[in-house]
């Protein structure tokens, strides 16, 4: 699959979330042909995240963060502007996302004390770990300069679509 998605075209906007979910479950089965039967963690990453950078319209960024040391992850593959190079699990969004592997979704940036500003336009941030045998190896995240631009049920479908695409990966 080198011509990308069968998708509706859109704006590079956020929709209704009605046509936020239909898109998203448009592209499920798309996304996970396009990596069917990959193993390694960089390509999966990088295909997902020009992938999802079509599907998700509202986002700003969408990439990866890889998880590089027991408390520290680093900027992997990504569609957007420069994102940080290096987060410590002690902060952020991200952070937190892989300190407790969980999605973690904040409508409002700005209302959490140690967001870290990569992108000082953002908004609003949805991160979904991904999780190899049983730890967190890495996360996607989402920014949008809209607030309140994704859902805990994008979160949700996000993270479902993760464990099925990353099922066969190796460290």
């Given at each position: 699959?080198?011509?990308?998605?069968?998708?509706?075209?859109?704006?590079?906007?956020?929709?209704p979330l009605p046509a936020?979910?239909?898109?998203?479950?448009d592209?499920?089965?798309?996304l996970l042909a396009a990596v069917a039967g990959e193993t390694d963690l960089i390509t999966l990453q990088a295909t997902l995240a020009c992938l999802l950078w079509e599907t998700m319209l509202q986002a700003s960024w969408c990439g990866f963060y890889r998880r590089v040391a027991e408390r520290e992850l680093a900027v992997g593959p990504y569609q957007g502007p420069l994102g940080c190079l290096r987060i410590?699990?002690?902060?952020?969004?991200?952070?937190?996302?892989?300190r407790e592997a969980r999605v973690v979704y904040v409508a409002d940036v700005r209302e959490v004390a140690d967001h870290i500003a990569c992108?000082?336009?953002a908004r609003s941030e949805l991160v979904v770990p991904v999780t190899l045998d049983g730890r967190v190896e890495a996360v996607l995240d989402l920014d949008s300069h809209e607030q309140d631009a994704f859902s805990e049920e994008e979160g949700a479908r996000l993270s479902a679509l993760l464990a099925r695409a990353f099922a066969d990966a190796r460290r």
């Amino acid at each position: 699959m080198s011509e990308g998605l069968l998708l509706p075209p859109a704006p590079r906007a956020r929709l209704p979330l009605p046509a936020r979910l239909a898109r998203l479950e448009d592209a499920t089965p798309q996304l996970l042909a396009a990596v069917a039967g990959e193993t390694d963690l960089i390509t999966l990453q990088a295909t997902l995240a020009c992938l999802l950078w079509e599907t998700m319209l509202q986002a700003s960024w969408c990439g990866f963060y890889r998880r590089v040391a027991e408390r520290e992850l680093a900027v992997g593959p990504y569609q957007g502007p420069l994102g940080c190079l290096r987060i410590s699990l002690d902060r952020g969004v991200c952070g937190l996302a892989a300190r407790e592997a969980r999605v973690v979704y904040v409508a409002d940036v700005r209302e959490v004390a140690d967001h870290i500003a990569c992108d000082g336009a953002a908004r609003s941030e949805l991160v979904v770990p991904v999780t190899l045998d049983g730890r967190v190896e890495a996360v996607l995240d989402l920014d949008s300069h809209e607030q309140d631009a994704f859902s805990e049920e994008e979160g949700a479908r996000l993270s479902a679509l993760l464990a099925r695409a990353f099922a066969d990966a190796r460290r």
